[in-house]
């Protein structure tokens, strides 16, 4: 059961697009088109951003997009905003447990 | 309006035991599967356990297992998380969320201190 692997920070100027990356196994990332992802902000819950690799939940701004090549998935945001300055956190459903990444930490300039 | 609520947390002792409730509204708790996941201070999400459904399949995460226990009570339309033998290491906030493959809902968090 190890982590995923994210940056720890990534950075970017408004309006502007960022790739956070989640690199896993082919035991879970590459083994599965159940790869999410979560939004942080200081001192609340997380939010759920993507799923299923690619499908983004009622709600969520278009300008979140994720995909999957290999054992590594990838979320972009573009377009930055202010309020974007948040948490990102990937995660992967395999059938014995559930995974996390460590996390990054996006600034908007 | 769909809603989870965690309960449970505080001060406990190394090698003390605690229980974490989670109360479900707002949906059909029967149907979906649950998931316990943990974030120590100022550090990322960690994955803890997940329960099935009705309850008859669980998994957890390497660091707990023996030591946590999740279950749920449909007819109650509550999660629980059963912690013994304590350590440090455990404190956190405990986040309940929804569903299987993806966490759609997440409640606000409980806080669990384990310090002498």
């Known amino acids: 059961q190890s982590a995923l692997t994210q940056p720890a920070s990534v950075s970017g100027s408004p309006g502007q697009s960022i790739t956070i990356s989640c690199a896993g196994t082919s035991s879970d990332v590459g083994g599965y088109n159940y790869v999410s992802w979560y939004q942080q902000h200081p001192g609340k819950a997380p939010k759920l951003m993507i799923y299923?690799?690619?499908n983004r939940p009622s709600g969520v701004s278009n300008r979140f997009s994720g995909s999957k090549s290999g054992n590594t998935a990838s979320l972009t945001i573009s377009g930055l905003q202010a309020e974007d300055e948040a948490d990102y956190y990937c995660s992967s459903y395999t059938s014995s447990s559930t995974l996390f990444g460590g996390g990054t930490k996006l600034t908007v300039l | 309006e769909v809603q989870l609520v965690e309960s449970g947390g505080g001060l406990v002792q190394p090698g003390g035991s605690l229980r974490l409730s989670c109360a479900a509204s707002g949906f059909t708790f029967s149907s979906y599967w649950m998931h316990w996941v943990r974030q120590a201070p100022g550090k990322g999400l960690v994955w803890v356990s997940r329960?099935?459904?009705?309850?008859?399949?669980?998994s957890y995460a390497d660091s707990v297992k023996g030591r946590f226990t999740i279950s749920r009570d449909n007819a109650k339309n509550t999660l629980y998380l059963q912690m013994n033998s304590l350590r440090a290491e455990d404190t956190a906030v405990y986040y309940c969320?929804?569903?299987?493959?993806?966490?759609?809902?997440w409640g606000q968090g409980t806080t669990v201190t384990v310090s002498s």
């Open positions: 329960i099935n459904s009705d309850g008859s399949s669980t």
């Open positions: 969320a929804r569903n299987t493959r993806l966490m759609d809902v």
């Open positions: 299923d690799v690619s």
